[in-house]
T-cell receptor, first 114, second 113 residues
Framework: GDSVTQMEGPVTLSEEAFLTINCTYTATGYPSLFWYVQYPGEGLQLLLKATKADDKGSNKGFEATYRKETTSFHLEKGSVQVSDSAVYFCALSNRGSTLGRLYFGRGTQLTVWP | DTAVSQTPKYLVTQMGNDKSIKCEQNLGHDTMYWYKQDSKKFLKIMFSYNNKELIINETVPNRFSPKSPDKAHLNLHINSLELGDSAVYFC????????????FGPGTRLTVT
């Protein structure tokens, strides 16, 4: 079945460090891929998305490239800020599975220190 | 202008009680969802409705019953609350079925004592 695996946290970085959060997926067909962010005490917000192979999603300095050959969608940011501290979720949605369903990874807690 | 709103934000209640959580979206979306997030932040889908019709019904106890009076509202009623029901419950919506992004509400933190 469809699933998402993302690196376990927590991840702790100093401000201006480079961030990578790994995400790999298992799915039939051609899923759409997403990164969501959850700030403390809030709901999930869509951070970026990619709908086909080799697409790059980007937002707020974060980027992720849809790699079908490695079934990956790693999240990167060149220089993190304290305000990026949050939980990050990788997710996929697949037309071949139950329509509308998002499959989430387990989330990665990021803490950025000044 | 809150896109997806939930009430209440916090809910503290005793075991055995019955409670409801309300969700409303003003985005004109056709599909709405309920998720449960446990203490380790793991998200699990519970239900999905499309135009008031139940689409996804995961294996959740039948003490949980969703109700969709219209496509802008999806409420969650929980009977005979148990300690294990303590979690954060999120409502979400999306414009159509299929692989599009979902928009989440702020969550309802349920604590069962």
């Amino acid at each position: 079945g469809d699933s998402v695996t993302q690196m376990e946290g927590p991840v702790t970085l100093s401000e201006e460090a480079f961030l990578t959060i790994n995400c790999t997926y298992t799915a039939t067909g051609y899923p759409s891929l997403f990164w969501y962010v959850q700030y403390p005490g809030e709901g999930l917000q869509l951070l970026l998305k990619a709908t086909k192979a080799d697409d790059k999603g980007s937002n707020k300095g974060f980027e992720a490239t849809y790699r079908k050959e490695t079934t990956s969608f790693h999240l990167e940011k060149g220089s993190v800020q304290v305000s990026d501290s949050a939980v990050y979720f990788c997710a996929l949605s697949n037309r071949g599975s139950t329509l509308g369903r998002l499959y989430f990874g387990r989330g990665t807690q990021l803490t950025v220190w000044p | 202008d809150t896109a997806v709103s939930q009430t209440p934000k916090y809910l503290v209640t005793q075991m055995g009680n019955d409670k409801s959580i309300k969700c409303e979206q003003n985005l004109g979306h056709d599909t709405m969802y309920w998720y449960k997030q446990d203490s380790k932040k793991f998200l699990k889908i519970m239900f999905s409705y499309n135009n008031k019709e139940l689409i996804i019904n995961e294996t959740v106890p039948n003490r949980f019953s969703p109700k969709s009076p219209d496509k802008a509202h999806l409420n969650l009623h929980i009977n005979s609350l148990e300690l294990g029901d303590s979690a954060v419950y999120f409502c979400a919506s999306s414009p159509v079925e299929g692989f599009v992004e979902q928009y989440f509400g702020p969550g309802t933190r349920l604590t069962v004592t």
